[in-house]
């Protein structure tokens, strides 16, 4: 009798022992967003649009000196807007892929491939509105410019790392660039807690009262989300769905939640808080103006 290769090649063995691994490499698994993750997109999308236009209907009832704070919340949930915008159509996201190995007792390990959703838009989105965030409370706090500085260079470090350990392929790439988040991270809540505490104790009471619950609320929300990519992006536990609406969550607390927040009640205080006025409320003065055609007359 001839023997067709066919006849023999075990695709898919199967024993009631052990799995045997076969020759055959198992296809890949794709891990991505459901239904409620997509529908959890598309609400904050609403959400953040609805919350920009709030914002920006607020800033115009305002006169010009007073109306820093508007327009910088006003700027992050228009980002957050257009990420959840790009993140809901199905932009701003690829899969990432990874192989998990599994040990047996008594045959070879055995592989298996996944593919896993990132929204890379997120880390664009928080590249550029959690600078702004802590611009936000470190003008509240009158934090020196030196620290604001620290501050925005170490946020905009852990979430550009956050982005490289998302994509890390192996543990000691992703898990070593989520360490060096975290220390940045660390110097954020520095920032925030020891030097903005500090800056706004010579301020008046009712500045450091809100301050300390404000940047307290910021620093309790802001350690969720590294607790939260640990579970998702990092050890796979959760599903992409679960990590969508965790994001979600958080995101709209941090943002327009917040940002009412910190407008209503600068709006109660207007007429303790400081009124800008030179460069933001005039543009350049009389003498910083440059002419044009000056230097043709000499
Ligand atoms: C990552 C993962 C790496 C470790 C750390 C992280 C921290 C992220 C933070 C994000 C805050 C986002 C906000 C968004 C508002 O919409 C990048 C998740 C520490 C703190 C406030």
């Keep these: 009798m001839i023997i067709h290769p066919d006849m023999v ?80 159509t199905g932009d701003g996201k690829n899969y990432h892929y990874y192989t998990e190995t599994e040990t047996h007792k008594r045959v070879p390990p055995t592989h298996q491939k996944f593919g896993r959703e990132v929204y890379w838009a997120r880390y664009i989105d928080w590249s550029v509105t959690t600078p702004l965030l802590l611009l936000d409370l470190a003008l509240l706090a009158g934090l020196s410019g030196a620290n604001i500085l620290v501050a925005i260079v170490a946020d905009v470090i852990m979430i550009l790392t956050g982005l490289f350990a998302a994509y890390g392929t192996t543990d000691g790439q992703k898990w070593g660039w ?28 009712k500045t450091k009262a809100f301050y300390a619950s404000i940047a307290g609320f910021t620093l309790i929300l802001w350690t969720i989300y590294p607790i939260i990519w640990a579970l998702s992006e990092g050890a796979h536990i959760i599903s992409v769905d679960a990590e969508i609406i965790a994001y979600a969550v958080l995101d ?13 009640t600068h709006d109660s205080m207007s007429s303790t808080s400081p009124s800008l006025e030179g460069f933001w409320a005039n543009g350049f003065g009389s003498q910083g103006t440059l002419r044009v055609g000056d230097d043709d007359e000499a």
């Design 9 to 88: 090649k075990p695709i898919h063995a199967t024993t009631s022992v052990a799995p045997i691994p076969t020759v055959i490499p198992n296809p890949i698994i794709h891990v991505h967003a459901g239904d409620t993750g997509h529908k959890t997109l598309w609400v904050v999308v609403v959400l953040m649009g609805l919350s920009s236009l709030a914002f920006y209907g607020m800033a115009f009832r305002v006169p010009v000196q007073k109306r820093l704070f508007h327009i910088l919340t006003a700027f992050i949930t228009t980002f957050a807007f257009l990420s959840y915008f790009a993140m809901a």
């Design 178 to 205: 989520y360490a060096w988040a975290c220390i940045a991270y660390l110097v954020v809540v520095y920032q925030l807690a020891s030097s903005g505490r500090a800056a706004v104790a010579t301020k008046d009471s």
């Design 252 to 264: 709209i607390l941090a943002k327009p939640v917040f940002g009412f927040w910190l407008l209503f």
